[in-house]
């Protein structure tokens, strides 16, 4: 019955059916339900012209129309109507479908007003009513919660506006009877969780009795969407506890131990000891460990990586680290060599640009059990890379894997290795729970000891001098300075033009022989970069102006000053990520970041948080406020798009509920064969088949 094509609907034909598909993406009798109302407003009580003394909060008035209008010519033309009430009038306009409306509007009937007033000139209009003849009113039986729906022009003009699509929507009610619709959730968590039965919920939704029926209703709804994205991603978890074998490191061997109290130079800190103890049980356990390492940049968390490297190495098996750009993957190999040296262990590099003999070399030691750790690219996982028992991955992430890419990388061994996945970018614990929710996650929340905190100011142009006396003194001081542009796909060629303009000023301000300065863009060969790289690496240079190419990993302690052009344009995360390039020695360092004067209320927004605070799990609660979960990478496969009512940045705490829930669930019966379970396999079936790359998952 549901899933009847809409334009069975009474009163849809085939034309309303085509635009409701094209406009609303409503297919069947199931599209419309779930095309929820964004808002309910009350229409039981009445307002006066008089009373009226704001713009834009809705009112409802009842009275006549006393005369009509036509104003103004073509274009402009519009309707005008003088409305009265007890109190007084006010003029009603139309800029569309005025002649539809003149044509309609009687004079001297009594009619019921509903719209949001808009002043001009010292007085109150209100521009496109809702406008029903009393009669017609009462027979629609006014509520105080009546539901508002989104629709579009074309819509309109096909009648079904918001008022049409609550006429449609009482239309379907009345042939939908509880049976109908399949509740999906068990009685027992409806119980324990006081959630309303299905049926009466998404009635509610669209027509509640009243306040605490509505917020019910939309609790229920919630906890059924978030829930189903837990139990999916928490049932993966547990099947690959439970039907994947890990492979078990036993002792903590000589190579850890020499490292940890001959190389290692200085105390782990609490977080590092915490995360390194629970990879240490997860490896233990027999079961394959997929962990997930969250931290702020600077937070350890290679360090980490290399410790539980040396770990599985002393347990007899290889390791391999693949980075996202060569540039870190080469920066992790100078980091690793310095840590480990006098320690006897191989170690490589296998990236795209290695030559033809340095893999052939590279691909025996792999094969032979010779190479330890080997570090790398992408070129990490190509078939032809194979090992001889490889035992530990570890994934430094930058572009996010979706849960299904991640579930093909775990099957790509018949025997997998242990993974832990280190993000670049700390993520909302909402989201974490959504993306990686089928992972077990560290957190390192605590950075090691000494660090100056970064201190961040806010710039506008008037302010370049004293940007320039500044960078002077730190460039005095022997400090180097990082000056980025952005570059947006969009206007790359005009970004072009800014980066080099920027980079003349620089020339004129800071004149060689005594400043030398780098640059660094996409366009450049990776000689060049390569080249500039070093240059600035060495110390031969004082600036580096850049695009964001340097946003990853680079690490040169000297630069202690990061000036960021036109922070209006960068998102929050890119603004963090940038900063976390300075501040990595030990001197005190800066981010300047420079803007116009007239900055939206987000600019404003994201400026005045990366001024405030340096932590990087409060900055991503922020940008997900500001941006929603859509923009963010690597939400595309995870079902948090289709999420219709839960918000990941304000349900936090119905998110925990439904996936302690879900947890529970599985705990008992993971393969949910329980008679009282049966509906949830269902339903997640019923998921799989409309969402057909759901279904390779797990
Ligand atoms: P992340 O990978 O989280 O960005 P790194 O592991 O690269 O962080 O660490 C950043 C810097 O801090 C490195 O120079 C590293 O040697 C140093 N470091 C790591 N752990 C500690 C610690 N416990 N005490 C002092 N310095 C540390
Ligand atoms: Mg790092």
Redesign the pocket.
């Known amino acids: 019955m549901l899933d009847t094509p809409i334009e069975y609907l009474k009163g849809i034909g085939p034309q309303r059916a085509e635009m409701l598909q094209k406009e609303a993406g409503i297919f069947t009798f199931k599209d419309l339900l779930f095309y929820f109302p964004f808002r309910h407003v009350d229409r039981t009580k009445f307002f006066t012209v008089r009373s009226i003394t704001e713009e834009s909060v809705p009112v409802q008035l009842k009275g006549v129309i006393e005369g009509m209008q036509m104003q103004g010519e073509r274009q402009a033309k519009r309707l005008i109507a003088k409305f009265r009430d007890n109190t007084g009038t006010i003029d009603l306009v139309w800029f569309k479908g005025h002649n539809w409306m003149a044509s309609k509007l009687k004079i001297g009937v009594e009619y019921v007003v509903y719209g949001k007033p808009t002043e001009f000139k010292g007085r109150f209009n209100i521009a496109h009513p809702e406008i029903d003849a009393v009669s017609d009113w009462e027979k629609d039986k006014p509520t105080a919660f009546q539901p508002v729906y989104n629709s579009s022009e074309k819509l309109k003009a096909k009648g079904i506006d918001s008022a049409g699509f609550r006429k449609l929507l009482k239309q379907l009610f009345l042939s939908t009877k509880p049976e109908h619709i399949d509740e999906n959730l068990s009685d027992e968590l409806r119980s324990d969780f006081k959630l309303m039965p299905r049926f009466a919920a998404l009635y509610q939704i669209h027509f509640p009795e009243n306040q605490k029926s509505l917020e019910a209703a939309v609790f229920r709804i919630k906890f059924e969407e978030l829930f189903f994205v837990q139990l999916r991603l928490l049932r993966l978890n547990k099947i690959r506890t439970h039907t994947v074998k890990g492979f078990v490191f036993s002792k903590v061997g000589s190579l850890f131990n020499d490292f940890f109290n001959k190389n290692l130079?200085?105390?782990?800190?609490g977080a590092?000891k915490r995360v390194i103890k629970e990879i240490r049980a997860d490896v233990g356990s027999g079961k394959q460990m997929h962990r997930l390492m969250q931290?702020?940049?600077?937070?350890?968390?290679?360090?980490?990586?290399l410790m539980c490297m040396l770990l599985a190495i002393d347990n007899g098996y290889q390791t391999c680290m693949m980075a996202p750009t060569e540039i870190l993957a080469q920066q992790h190999l100078a980091?690793f060599l310095e840590?480990l040296k006098g320690l006897p262990v191989t170690t490589a590099i296998l990236t795209g640009s290695s030559t033809a003999k340095e893999r052939k070399l590279i691909l025996a030691g792999i094969a032979s059990g010779e190479i330890q750790i080997l570090l790398g690219t992408h070129a990490l996982i190509e078939d032809k890379v194979v090992f001889k028992n490889l035992g530990f991955v570890v994934i430094?992430e930058q572009h996010r894997f979706g849960v299904e890419q991640r579930a093909r990388l775990a099957r790509k061994n018949s025997q997998p290795p242990h993974i832990l996945i280190?993000t670049a970018t700390p993520i909302p614990r909402t989201l974490a729970m959504t993306l990686y929710g089928d992972l077990d996650t560290s957190v390192?929340d605590e950075l090691?000891?000494?660090r100056k905190p970064i201190k961040t100011m806010h710039f506008s142009e008037s302010q370049r001098l004293r940007l320039f006396g500044f960078m002077k003194e730190q460039i005095e001081l022997g400090r180097q300075v990082y000056v980025v542009y952005p570059l947006i796909k969009e206007s790359e060629k005009l970004d072009y033009q800014n980066l080099q303009q920027g980079h003349d000023d620089l020339l004129k301000e800071f004149q060689p022989p005594k400043y030398q300065i780098s640059i660094v863009h996409g366009k450049l060969s990776n000689e060049q970069k390569e080249f500039e790289m070093q240059r600035f690496i060495k110390g031969e240079t004082q600036i580096m102006v850049a695009t964001t190419v340097i946003e990853v990993g680079v690490?040169i302690?000297n630069a202690s000053v990061m000036v960021i052009e036109s922070t209006e344009r960068f998102g929050l995360s890119q603004l963090h990520q940038l900063r976390?390039r300075v501040g990595?020695g030990a001197d005190q360092s800066y981010c300047i970041l420079m803007s116009g004067y007239k900055l939206g209320q987000d600019s404003r927004t994201r400026i005045e948080t990366m001024v405030r605070t340096t932590d990087g799990f409060e900055i991503s609660e922020v940008d997900l406020k500001l941006r929603g979960p859509g923009d963010i990478e690597g939400t595309q496969q995870s079902g948090v798009l289709d999420l219709k009512l839960a918000d990941l940045a304000k349900d936090g705490q119905i998110l925990q509920m439904a996936r302690n829930a879900a947890q529970q669930i599985l705990d008992e019966d993971h393969e949910l064969k329980l008679a009282k379970n049966a509906a949830y396999q269902g339903y997640l079936s019923y998921q799989n088949k409309n969402r057909p790359d759901w279904s390779k998952v797990g």
Do not use: C, H, W, Y
Not at 265 to 269: G, M, R, V
Not at 295 to 305: C, H, Q, R
């Open positions: 130079p200085f105390e782990l800190t590092q931290g702020d940049v600077g937070s350890g968390k290679t360090l980490v990586a980091t840590f430094d280190m390192i090691p000891p000494g690490n302690p976390g990595r």
